[in-house]
């Protein structure tokens, strides 16, 4: 075998092993994606067994975190990367680590869905905890999209919407602070209201935190911190 063909074997090789990298983290983001739609299904129906298969399912994602972050590891020792390969590595990196953590919330999610199931309290706040929920799984699967595709314009797009779940998330906690004052009984079911939407609200910023990682990907440049109308300006999505 001439020097040529071994190094395009080796560069043959080295592709396969990103590519299975890249499947194993839509793997385990689909898995909390699930997660999180039956955290919500739970909370809205009062399903005690689906939110319970939600704590189950943890001890998955937190296995395809460890396995995907291991494998990061190994590539890097064995393959010392640059340019493109290396912010590939790096953006999986960080994008296992915001899944694990919308895994975490989708659980505490469910562990409140079980919690209130059967409780007495108002349930109008449901409407509006129900629409940030819809919007933040928009937002998940968004994230997830523009990292299968690795498109850039998509995941400004996406990371667009945030503000949006601060919004909802500001509402109901108005909306519920004004069913504490009316009636005290309802202090207790409304605060657990209200860490339902923060972990609503903490989904949406992870979500965000992928795009910015497909971005850094994509574009070779870190747009943490920096405002929307910014983001655009680095991708030229506009």
């Known amino acids: 075998m001439s020097g040529n063909t071994t190094s395009q074997h080796i560069s043959k090789q080295f592709d396969n092993e990103l590519e299975h990298i890249r499947t194993r983290v839509l793997s385990m983001g689909g898995l909390v994606e699930q997660q999180l739609t039956n955290a919500l299904r739970a909370l809205t129906e009062a399903n005690i067994e689906l939110g319970q298969s939600v704590i189950d399912e943890e001890i998955k994602v937190n296995t395809l975190e460890v396995a995907i972050d291991e494998e990061c590891t190994r590539i890097l020792a064995r393959r010392q990367p640059a340019a493109g390969d290396l912010r590939l590595l790096v953006a999986v990196a960080k994008t296992i680590t915001d899944l694990e953590r919308v895994g975490d919330e989708a659980e505490k999610i469910a562990k409140m869905a079980i ?39 998509a995941a400004v797009e996406v990371a667009g919407k945030e503000p949006e779940s601060d919004e909802q998330y500001v509402a109901i906690l ?17 605060l657990d209201a209200v860490w339902v939407a923060r972990a609503m609200e903490r989904i949406g910023d992870h979500a965000r935190n992928i795009c910015e990682s497909v971005i850094y990907f ?14 655009e300006r680095e991708v030229g999505a506009k």
Do not use: C
């Open 174 to 190: 108005r909306q519920l602070i004004t069913y504490m004052m009316e009636d005290p009984r309802s202090i207790t079911s409304s």
């Open 218 to 231: 994509v574009e070779g440049k870190d747009v943490r911190h920096i405002s929307i109308e910014q983001m």
């Open 115 to 153: 919690h209130l199931a059967g409780k007495q309290g108002p349930r109008s706040y449901y409407i509006g905890i129900n629409a940030m929920g819809i919007h933040v799984r928009k937002m998940l699967h968004g994230s997830l999209d523009a990292f299968a595709r690795m498109d850039s314009k």
